[in-house]
């Protein structure tokens, strides 16, 4: 047995009177510590596993292992209102649905490419929102921008080049065959639904020719219409066999209406293209596709006129930073990421909204001293995914120590079918996976043995989600699931970050023209964000009284990975999951108890 259990059991609170067998408990309890403390002097060379039945023997003696109902699917936490629920309260009962969700209406008005005409009205559109907070005024909310090259990948070439900002004004599709014209999708408003129809980076273009429906048939000066994703590989092909344009209705999936409405039947898939990509490419819905191939059928054929119309700037790319000085080590940052690029309103207006208001409602909790300024520096970053991150980890002189993405979190699950997610960075689960988790149709992303970094992020998170669903009312569906990538924790892994992905999943609608405001959940949106920032105030300010929850905490997520392992017969895993949680007691205690790296 390690040192932690004689802290454990040294910062819980004895209960004043003692019933009887309270004293005769207390009594055995104060032998165990004794003899804990002459085991820790022991192992000051570094942790040992816990036996399981000493951790059975602590609980059945030392204390009663109880925890929190909930309604997430995975392992459960211990009570108590220490950890998030020092927060999760006050969080939740600032945060704005108005004034958030006017947010979200306002970036959901543009389809955001980095740098380009939306991206720039969004990220002013929040200075200004977080200026009024104070931020940038108050020394201790500070307020500005980082500059990178703005950079793409290019036709025909691996990696990112310099690229101009690119902004979608119209588009338009018309199919000609029997009868009348009929315009099957088209925009001219930067809120345009059809707006999708044009893919990131696809230049200005006007195109009339026979509609191809395969492959195989396309001849010169005709327009490959196809279900398949207009891959390098696809245009390049078409390109060749002299297409004018690519006209795809492509969908994932899980783009399939979960509530069997068909609803996806009218969905358009977002698609980004390379830079210079040699020929137009249009994205439409199955039904449209549909329509096409039906008038392609009949004996006079069928024709398209496409017209796309786009602008392109030179810019810089920016991100934008909001930071809330710690108090004595305000050197040191805990950071929450929110993309801003991409079209969609849950993904992710509703993130780089929710975080937004989070920040502003945060400001006035410190300034009304409801809440404590936090030890650590927080960090908010708006921006492009992933090239935010790296833009201010590359031009920070702070020192990282957590790092959060607020990414597509405020799914209706009514609508969307999505619920609340936490994605644990990399732990044993993310190479072998067992019940209770399971992954999402996103699917699972290989990663090395050697690359997991215990820590106890997961189970603060974990935390969160089921103290906000306490606070809430409601009761709320969340879930977690081994690493998946995709979103702005991939770079805090990367750069040996202890991170979380807090999102939404499986949501039909993402990525297509569907996400809208109608997809949008104010109170979804609020507790998750309330989850966020209540799992970054605890990392930035971690208590020694925090110390005994996430301990017990850890705890039953052992028991419940160990208990998983055996009844799969998987010792290699067993073991990996206890070398995975002794190490994550250790690095609480180091974070509750501020243990000095000279100290360890
Ligand atoms: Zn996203």
């Given at each position: 047995?390690?040192?932690?259990r004689?802290?454990?059991l040294l910062?819980?609170?004895?209960p004043?009177e003692?019933a009887?067998w309270?004293r005769?408990r207390?009594g055995?309890g104060?032998a165990l ?5 002459l ?7 570094g942790?040992?596993?816990i036996p399981?039945?000493a ?6 003696v ?14 459960k ?5 220490t950890v998030?629920a020092r927060f999760a ?5 600032a945060f704005?649905?108005?004034?958030a969700?006017?947010?979200?209406k306002?970036?959901?008005g543009?389809y955001?490419?980095?740098g380009?005409e939306?991206y720039?009205?969004?990220?002013e559109k929040?200075h200004g929102q977080l200026?009024?907070a104070?931020?940038?005024t108050?020394p201790?909310l500070?307020?500005?921008?980082i500059?990178?090259p703005l950079?793409?990948?290019h036709?025909g070439?691996s990696?990112?080049f ?16 029997a009868?009348e014209?009929?315009t099957l999708?088209?925009?001219?408003q930067p809120?345009g639904i ?5 893919p ?5 273009f006007e195109?009339?020719g026979?509609v191809a ?5 396309v001849?010169?000066?005709?327009l490959l219409?196809t ?10 092909r078409?390109?060749?066999?002299g297409a004018?344009g ?6 994932e999936t ?7 409405k ?5 969905a358009?898939h ?5 830079a ?6 249009l994205?439409i819905s199955?039904?449209?596709?549909e329509?096409?191939?039906q008038?392609?059928k009949?004996?006079e054929?069928?024709k398209?006129k496409?017209m796309g119309?786009v ?8 991100t934008l930073?909001?930071v809330v000085q710690?108090?004595d080590r ?8 929110s993309h801003v690029q991409?079209?969609?309103a849950c993904d ?5 909204a929710g975080?937004?208001e989070?920040a502003?409602?945060?400001?006035g909790?410190?300034?009304k001293e409801t809440l404590a300024?936090?030890s650590?520096?927080?960090v ?6 992933f090239r ?13 120590v957590a790092?959060l993405s ?7 699950m009514?609508k969307t079918g999505a619920i609340?997610l936490?994605?644990r960075?990399?732990?044993p689960a993310a190479?072998v ?9 996103w699917?699972?992303k290989?990663?090395?043995p ?6 106890a992020l997961?189970?603060?998170a974990?935390c969160?989600l089921?103290?906000v669903?306490?606070v809430?009312?409601s009761t ?9 990538g995709?979103s ?6 990367e ?8 999102w ?8 297509t023209?569907?996400d809208?405001?109608?997809?949008v959940?104010a ?8 989850a966020i ?10 208590k020694?009284t925090?110390?005994?929850r996430i301990l017990r905490s850890l ?6 990975r160990?208990?998983?392992a055996?009844a799969a ?6 073991e990996r999951?206890l ?6 007691r ?5 974070e ?5 790296p000279d100290q360890r």
């Amino acid at each position: 047995m390690d040192s932690r259990r004689c802290l454990e059991l040294l910062v819980r609170p004895q209960p004043r009177e003692p019933a009887p067998w309270r004293r005769a408990r207390s009594g055995l309890g104060l032998a165990l510590v004794l003899c804990l403390a002459l085991q820790a002097g022991s192992c000051r060379s570094g942790p040992d596993p816990i036996p399981d039945q000493a951790l059975a023997a602590l609980t059945a003696v030392g204390r009663p292992a109880r925890y929190l109902e909930s309604n997430h699917r995975g392992p459960k936490v211990a009570p108590g209102d220490t950890v998030t629920a020092r927060f999760a309260k006050s969080l939740h009962a600032a945060f704005e649905e108005q004034r958030a969700m006017a947010l979200v209406k306002f970036v959901d008005g543009y389809y955001r490419s980095p740098g380009n005409e939306g991206y720039e009205a969004v990220l002013e559109k929040l200075h200004g929102q977080l200026a009024a907070a104070g931020f940038g005024t108050d020394p201790r909310l500070k307020l500005f921008f980082i500059e990178t090259p703005l950079e793409a990948p290019h036709w025909g070439k691996s990696g990112r080049f310099p690229v101009k900002a690119w902004t979608p004004l119209a588009g338009s599709l018309v199919l000609h065959g029997a009868g009348e014209p009929k315009t099957l999708h088209a925009f001219d408003q930067p809120s345009g639904i059809d707006r999708v129809m044009l893919p990131v980076h696809c230049d200005s273009f006007e195109i009339e020719g026979p509609v191809a429906s395969n492959l195989e048939s396309v001849t010169k000066g005709s327009l490959l219409v196809t279900s398949a994703v207009p891959s390098r590989a696809l245009l390049s092909r078409a390109h060749a066999m002299g297409a004018l344009g690519v006209v795809s209705g492509y969908l994932e999936t899980y783009n399939q209406d979960p509530l069997g409405k068909n609803r996806h039947l009218d969905a358009i898939h977002y698609h980004q293209l390379p830079a210079s990509t040699p020929l137009p490419v249009l994205m439409i819905s199955p039904r449209s596709l549909e329509i096409i191939a039906q008038a392609a059928k009949r004996p006079e054929g069928a024709k398209l006129k496409a017209m796309g119309q786009v602008r392109w700037d030179d810019r810089k790319l920016r991100t934008l930073a909001a930071v809330v000085q710690g108090t004595d080590r305000a050197q040191e940052a805990v950071t929450v990421a929110s993309h801003v690029q991409e079209p969609g309103a849950c993904d992710n207006a509703s993130g780089v909204a929710g975080l937004a208001e989070s920040a502003i409602s945060l400001a006035g909790l410190l300034a009304k001293e409801t809440l404590a300024w936090p030890s650590r520096s927080l960090v908010f970053l708006w921006g492009d995914e992933f090239r935010q991150t790296s833009a201010w980890l590359d031009s920070t002189d702070m020192t990282p120590v957590a790092g959060l993405s607020s990414d597509m979190t405020g799914e209706s699950m009514e609508k969307t079918g999505a619920i609340a997610l936490l994605e644990r960075m990399p732990d044993p689960a993310a190479l072998v996976y067992l019940p209770p988790d399971e992954h999402t149709p996103w699917g699972k992303k290989e990663v090395s043995p050697d690359s997991l970094l215990p820590n106890a992020l997961a189970v603060i998170a974990r935390c969160a989600l089921i103290d906000v669903a306490n606070v809430a009312g409601s009761t709320w569906t969340t879930a977690e699931h081994p690493y998946e990538g995709g979103s702005d924790h991939d770079i805090f892994i990367e750069r040996k970050i202890p991170t979380a992905l807090f999102w939404h999943f499986t949501d039909f609608a993402y990525h297509t023209s569907l996400d809208r405001m109608d997809m949008v959940d104010a109170k979804e949106m609020r507790r998750t964000a309330a989850a966020i920032l209540s799992t970054a105030l605890v990392l930035a300010d971690p208590k020694p009284t925090d110390l005994d929850r996430i301990l017990r905490s850890l705890d039953a997520e052992q028991q419940v990975r160990v208990q998983a392992a055996e009844a799969a017969g998987d010792p290699e895993l067993k073991e990996r999951w206890l070398q995975w949680c002794t190490a994550a007691r250790e690095w609480a205690r180091i974070e509750c108890l501020r243990i000095r790296p000279d100290q360890r």
